[in-house]
Structures are given as structure tokens and as C-alpha cells.
């Protein structure tokens, strides 16, 4: 009798949405402030791509693959939307993972609370830590993080994942600090500027400006977007930049002309790069944060249950 042919398992990704247009979504055009909105925002409105998450976050656009890579914080997924309107699980069970950013080799970057790391990945399935701390004591629990045209990680380092149990491991700061950090060519990490629960993070185009929002919850400090000048070894002058008029500035992003938009309450807000508030794109709840894809054709915005998407001009 020949043996039964034994197969190896195939490991497909699980998938949370079928190929599909996108769903219009029940929200009023963009608010103009200024004339020069008008021209890339017009009366284009939100579409829903996806909306069954627990708590988006962390959206980051992944050419190699295109695809909108974004977090699921409390329900413990990295979710991947394809082009053809599929979203896929990129990563499952996670430690957390809040922020993601792409190298320029395409692999993915995370902010993970629950390994208070740094990690990166595939979107297979497995995510590795590449940095667990700073300076000689142990990460809080990175928020946010982009990837500089040096290809130098930048990340927040907060303690809302060491403070809320539904987005991290409860714990201690063991420095005592909340600082924008910096992972260099040698891999380490430095803090570069301490910050009352530093947030979202952007560079300005031409890489001489970061910004960075504080969003303390319990009045230690301002809730605003500050500026910092970058000289390729320390950021220095540190203004504030902007506030939101309703909420906080989560996450941000900055496009080729230089304006952020900006999470808030009530949705984006669009800002130049003298702080002129240029308009607000309504979202139908809270807003955490937004990218563009690489033409820039798109903005991708998370928030709540939900990942949206706005055509521009």
C-alpha cells in the first residue's frame, strides 16, 4: 500500500476585505481657508477603503508592493490595503505595533509598545526587533517613526503604550525621559530632543526642518506642532509650529510643497509652511493620522474603525 502524499502547508495571508471599490462615505467637502486649497482639494470627499479595525494608526505607504500599510493597534494586526481593494493581515498577533515607515530597500519598519522596540519586517508574518534601547536604559514605548532621505530611523518615544493597557504592557519609563530618538548608520539610537510625550513626526522637503507634535494627556505641556532646525548632527531652535483647533496632533504628514496635514478632532487639518491654516478635510470621527502614496495623487487617513481615502488634484 503506498503511503498517503504528505503536503506542505501553505501559508496564505488572511484576508479581511475581497478586491472592491471603495464605499463613499456620508461626510461634507473639504472647509477652505485660504484660495490656495482650492486648487489640489477642490469638493473631493472621503471614500471608506476599510472599516473593521479596533484603532487605525501608524498608515505608511509601501511601494514595492503597492500597498497602504497601516496598524491596528488594540486589535494586534499590521493591515495591508492592495490596489485592487483587498486588505490583507501583514502581521497578526503583534506586541502592539503602532507606527510604520518603509526603508528604502523595502523592507518595513514598526513601532512596537509591547517590546518597547523598534522592529522590521516583510509583512510576512514576522517581525524582528532592531532596537530595544537608548543610551543605556530601555526604550519607553515607540509611538511614531519616519525614514529620513539619509535613510536614518527618527522615532517618539512616549509612555501611552506603558500607560494604557489596551495599546501596550503596562510598565515604567526606566529613564525617566520622553525624547525624539535617532537610529544612525551604526544602528544605535540617541536621543535628539526631549519632549512632554513627543508624537507624530515629518520632515520638511528638503530635510532641513523636523517636526513633531506633544500630546500630553495630563496638562504637562503643550498640545501643539513644534519646528526644529536640522543641521545633520543636532536640532536646534526649537518654536512651535502650529495647533489644531479641536484635539491633538497625532500624526501628520508633509507634502512636496511643504504644507502638513495634520490629525485632529474633527479631521485633517492643512497647514503651509508658514503655519497658515490652508483648510480642514472633515473626517466622520476622530482622526490619529495620514500619509500620501508616491505620486502624491492620494491621501490615506486612519482613524477609529476606519482607514479613508482623498483624491487630490
Not at 503602532?98 to 519598519?109: E, F, H, M, R
Not at 501596550?168 to 544612525?184: K, L
Request: proline content about 7%.
Amino acid at each position: 500500500m503506498k503511503a498517503a502524499l504528505q503536503l506542505a502547508p501553505v501559508l496564505l495571508p488572511a484576508r479581511l476585505r475581497l478586491p472592491g471599490a471603495p464605499v463613499p462615505t456620508e461626510v461634507d467637502p473639504p472647509r477652505i481657508h485660504r484660495a490656495e486649497a482650492r486648487a489640489v482639494l477642490g469638493d473631493t470627499r472621503l471614500v471608506t477603503l476599510y472599516d473593521k479595525a479596533s484603532w487605525s494608526e501608524g498608515p505608511a505607504w509601501w511601494p514595492r508592493e503597492q500597498t497602504l500599510v497601516w496598524s491596528d493597534v488594540v486589535g494586534r494586526r499590521v493591515l495591508g490595503w492592495r490596489a485592487n481593494g483587498a486588505v490583507d493581515v501583514l502581521l497578526d498577533a503583534t506586541p502592539f505595533i503602532n507606527g510604520n515607515a518603509v526603508l528604502p530597500d523595502g523592507t518595513l519598519v514598526h513601532c512596537e509598545h509591547g517590546r518597547r522596540a523598534i522592529s522590521r519586517s516583510n509583512g510576512d508574518g514576522v517581525a524582528t526587533p532592531i532596537v530595544t534601547g537608548v543610551e543605556g536604559s530601555r526604550l519607553n514605548a515607540p509611538n511614531d517613526l519616519i525614514v529620513a532621505a539619509d535613510d536614518a530611523i527618527w522615532f517618539s518615544d512616549p509612555t501611552f503604550g506603558l500607560e494604557n493597557p489596551q495599546q501596550g504592557a503596562p510598565g515604567v519609563s526606566e529613564s525617566g525621559r520622553t525624547a525624539i530618538c535617532r537610529i544612525g548608520a551604526d544602528g544605535k539610537a540617541q536621543r535628539m530632543a526631549d519632549m512632554t510625550q513627543p508624537n507624530g513626526l515629518a520632515f520638511s522637503p528638503d530635510g532641513r526642518t523636523l517636526y513633531a507634535s506633544q500630546t500630553p494627556e495630563h496638562g504637562e505641556g503643550e498640545v501643539a506642532i513644534f519646528a526644529f532646525d536640522w543641521n545633520g548632527a543636532a536640532l536646534t531652535d526649537r518654536r512651535r509650529f502650529a495647533m489644531v483647533p479641536e484635539g491633538i496632533p497625532d500624526g501628520f504628514a508633509v507634502d512636496r510643497r511643504g504644507w502638513l496635514w495634520s490629525s485632529s478632532r474633527v479631521g485633517v487639518e492643512v497647514f503651509d509652511a508658514d503655519a497658515n491654516h490652508l483648510a480642514t478635510v472633515p473626517t466622520p470621527c476622530l482622526c490619529s493620522n495620514c500619509t500620501f502614496d508616491t505620486e502624491q495623487a492620494r491621501l490615506f487617513v486612519t482613524g477609529g474603525a476606519h482607514l479613508w481615502m482623498l483624491a487630490l488634484r
